[in-house]
């Protein structure tokens, strides 16, 4: 009796013994040798590999660039419950950008020299890409920049995963002019080099079109007194008022409209914004904004498959009452088009991932399907969305197919 049931847990044991060997040999090859994927002394182990998150968390930027913490988050999340990147989990080292370019430069060394991570999901404002970009390409670094942007940039060291200027401005321009008729223009925003590069480009192209710009201004980051500028704009009466006002400024801008007797929702005003997403109306309040345009590819209230999943997946995440804006949505697609080069390459290596990410498509993306041209942006539609009350928006218009992404369109730069 005694010698079967040493022999029973004898067999018992061996049992165990395959499985475990079994579960490494399965492990082994989930996870390739890490001298075989990290060549280049980045922070990757047996079992994990590590990321920066670069945005701002504090100052006027916080209101727009907080969701797109939260994207990149529930993304990793995700990434990690189907088993990681070739076998490792993803860490995350966040660095506060404190809505300051000279931070974002700092904040970016320091996650690619000291912290040696082997991508960053990172910026908003262009002012801050454009001061952490010398340091990516002195470093080697991979940069996926989450917003719609001026375009008149190309790096092998970032992926724009938001639209450039024919995506968002020309088209968007042209949708106004054709669907309101629209002859006089008055273009506006805040004071660094997105605003002022988009509306450089909204001017050419108003004037191609044989039509007048009667004012444009612009105003410092967090400022909140628009009375005069209200002003100038009902004694010019454009038939757009097309708005690049960013980050907290959105919230008095628009309520001091409203209560100057601008009624964006009365139909004899309007305005076309490319800045104002979900998120900043969650700081101006429906009320404030109702009847505004904005031209976007991806708006909160898509109807797809992808996006229904999306929205409930970040709202289980993040909670019932959160909103998700077009750079919310496109950060999301950072860690994905990161993971999936990653594992095209079979390396985390920066110059491996560089030359396997054109082509690289996500066909579970919320806004549809993406793809990465070669010159590192994505091919995207271009959406016109109604602002609601609630603070969302309504579809009202699509291109039927994909826009090539032309971040240098002639005469334009």
């Known amino acids: 009796m005694m010698k079967k049931l040493e022999k029973t847990r004898s067999g018992a044991r061996a049992g165990i013994a395959l499985v475990l060997a079994a579960l490494a040999t399965s492990v082994a090859q989930a996870a390739p040798e890490t001298a075989k994927v990290n060549t280049t002394g980045l922070a990757v182990t047996d079992t994990t590999v590590t990321v920066g998150i670069l945005h701002s968390v504090t100052g006027t930027m916080a209101i727009s660039e907080t969701g797109s913490v939260q994207a990149e988050k529930l993304a990793i999340k995700q990434i990690n419950d189907m088993g990681g990147v070739l076998g490792r989990k993803i860490e995350v080292i966040q660095e506060d950008g404190a809505s300051d370019w000279p931070t974002f430069a700092e904040k970016s060394r320091k996650l690619l020299v000291k912290d040696k991570v082997a991508a960053v999901f990172g910026c908003w404002t262009s002012a801050s890409r454009k001061a952490v970009l010398p340091v990516f390409e002195q470093y080697d670094g991979m940069l996926y920049y989450p917003t719609f942007y001026e375009g008149l940039e190309q790096s092998p060291n970032v992926i724009y995963t938001g639209q450039e200027a024919t995506q968002q401005i020309i088209a968007g321009i042209d949708w106004v002019v054709k669907e309101k008729g629209a002859k006089t223009f008055y273009l506006l925003g805040s004071d660094y080099i997105w605003p002022r590069t988009s509306n450089k480009i909204a001017r050419k192209h108003i004037e191609k079109l044989g039509l007048t710009v009667v004012g444009e ?80 590819k991806y ?115």
């Open 217 to 296: 201004e612009y105003y410092p980051l967090g400022h909140t007194q628009f009375n005069s500028l209200i002003n100038k704009i009902k004694l010019k009466k454009p038939d757009v008022i097309y708005a690049i006002v960013v980050g907290g400024s959105n919230v008095a801008f628009y309520k001091q409209l409203k209560a100057a007797g601008i009624d964006l929702a009365s139909g004899k005003w309007t305005l076309l914004t490319i800045s104002v997403t979900e998120d900043e109306i969650r700081g101006i309040g429906g009320e404030n904004i109702v009847g505004a345009y904005a031209a976007m």
């Open 299 to 413: 708006f909160q209230s898509l109807p797809n498959e992808n996006n229904k999943k999306f929205v409930e997946a970040f709202k289980a995440m993040w909670g019932k009452d959160i909103v998700i804006g077009d750079v919310t949505q496109a950060a999301y697609l950072g860690p994905w088009l990161w993971k999936a080069a990653v594992e095209k390459a079979g390396s985390f290596d920066i110059p491996a991932v560089r030359k396997a990410s054109p082509g690289i498509e996500l066909k579970t993306a919320p806004e549809g399907y993406v793809r990465i041209h070669e010159n590192h942006h994505l091919w995207s539609k271009t959406r016109i969305g109604l602002a609601q009350a609630d603070g969302q928006y309504k579809l009202i218009f699509e291109t039927k197919e994909l826009m090539e992404p032309d971040p240098f369109p002639k005469g334009y730069q």
